[in-house]
């Protein structure tokens, strides 16, 4: 019996360490561009990301998941959303092409506004020129007139 007692209080004391020494498993995530996407389970406790590993979890709607390490955030890496994402890139494309070809527009009308505008520049000093010009007849005219009528008079 006494055996039994110190079997019994060996056990207790066994338990009680194991008890005292549980660890706790985190959660990680492994990225590169070797292994886009493994689950890691470890005692260590990380706080932020440390390449290649990324602490928060990918979208449970991601097929393929990717740690994009420049923008910061998990990607899609699967063929078909390959696909979608390579047509939405046609998509912008032909957008921003749309986009320059109304701004080519656009400078081609600037661009015709201001050769008109140039046009209209030049008729409008050639006028002023041939006005000036007449203006200094007429002035030189009048000088002759005033000089002959002060003449006549005397």
Do not use: C
């Not at 505008?117 to 203006?135: C, I, N, R, W, Y």
């Amino acid at each position: 019996m006494t055996e039994e007692i110190q079997n019994s209080a060996v056990d207790n004391t066994e338990t009680a360490n194991t008890e005292s020494k549980e660890i706790t498993m985190h959660t990680y995530y492994w990225s590169n561009e070797d292994v886009p996407f493994r689950v890691l389970r470890t005692a260590d406790e990380i706080t932020a990301n440390q390449y290649p590993i990324v602490v928060a979890a990918p979208d449970p709607s991601l097929k393929a998941p990717k740690y994009d390490w420049m923008k910061q955030e998990w990607i899609e890496t699967s063929e078909e959303s390959l696909g979608q994402r390579l047509t939405t890139v046609v998509e912008q494309l032909e957008n921003a092409q749309k986009s320059i070809d109304v701004l080519q527009e656009g400078h081609q009308k600037t661009l015709q506004n201001a050769e008109s505008t140039d046009t209209a520049m030049d008729q409008l000093q050639a006028t002023v020129q041939q006005t000036s010009k007449m203006v200094a007849n007429l002035s030189a005219m009048m000088i002759a007139l005033g000089k002959g009528s002060n003449g006549v008079t005397k």
